[in-house]
């Protein structure tokens, strides 16, 4: 059985990889913040899942940032995973379609079917850079598999799965994508996962021939790294300066207006109060000079 909440790096000496993300909890902390539809809790999990699974360098702190551009009334998701067991992310409008059940046909109109994904990849050891993908797929994992494939231009298998509980609310969520090594056996790749019409189950047992569990056991995977995965945001006061100091003059002035502004972070909900005082010291640091 997969661990919950972790991320799991494998590999095999048929030089295939594997890295496996369960991200239930995140999930959860997600819907809990942003009282988020059992729809919409699914999507964000699928997509923090998948998040966290594309940092694949976790030893030289690979970090993914993913704006995912819907075009449709639930409007841009984003997500980030970092430090190698970080994820948090939202939805831009969740509550336009609050569906109260999964529905494959409506992931694929709301999210997948005009797509544009924008995905920054950032370590220690590399600069930050940007690729973007234009996707019409039937889910989200399709989506990230073409992305994986046309931009990076590495074989790569990703798959997103999630359960219920019998309570009908959010179980387990998590993804696992396999990717073949400069050294790896072709055919083995292509015969475990891409003529695989079955594909794996995530949360099957070992003993179940059709599970993930039972191919990393069969195949000689082993760990290569593993670390406990929750969602975490990174807001704080330095960031939202950052923010409003990029703001034009004339919206600066109509916060002046106010004795006290409220920042919502979008990611956990956090409510920043920052008093007049304050912002006029931030932007006279900025511009040199005294604001009447």
Known sequence: MITKNSIQHLLNHEGLRITVADVTDAAKEAGNIHNLSLFSEIIIGKILAATAALATDFKNHEGISLKWVTHSPLGIIRADAYEGHYVRGFIENPEAEAFDKYDPAEEKRLVCENAQLFVTRYSLLKQP????????????????????????????????????????????????????????????????????????????????????????????????????????????????????????????????????????????????????????????????????
């Open 129 to 292: 850079y940007i690729s973007t993908v234009n996707a019409s797929c039937n889910s989200i994992s399709e989506c990230l598999t073409s992305y994986l494939n046309e931009s990076d231009q590495t074989d790569s298998y990703l798959d997103i799965q999630f359960q219920l509980g019998e309570d009908g609310k959010l179980e387990r969520v998590a993804c696992f994508l396999a990717q073949m090594t400069p050294q790896a056996n072709k055919k083995l790749y292509d015969d475990l996962f891409i003529l695989n019409s079955k594909g794996w189950k995530i949360f099957g047992d070992k003993e179940d021939a059709s599970s993930l569990s039972f191919l990393i056991d069969k195949e000689g995977f082993l760990p290569i790294g593993e670390s406990v995965i929750k969602f975490q945001c990174t807001c704080n006061l330095d960031h939202i300066r950052n923010s409003l100091l990029l703001l034009p003059e004339t919206e600066r002035n109509e916060l002046l207006e106010d004795e006290v502004t409220e920042v919502c972070c979008h990611y956990c909900g956090k409510k920043y109060n920052i008093p007049r005082s304050t912002l006029v010291k931030w932007f006279n640091d900025e511009k040199g000079e005294g604001i009447q």
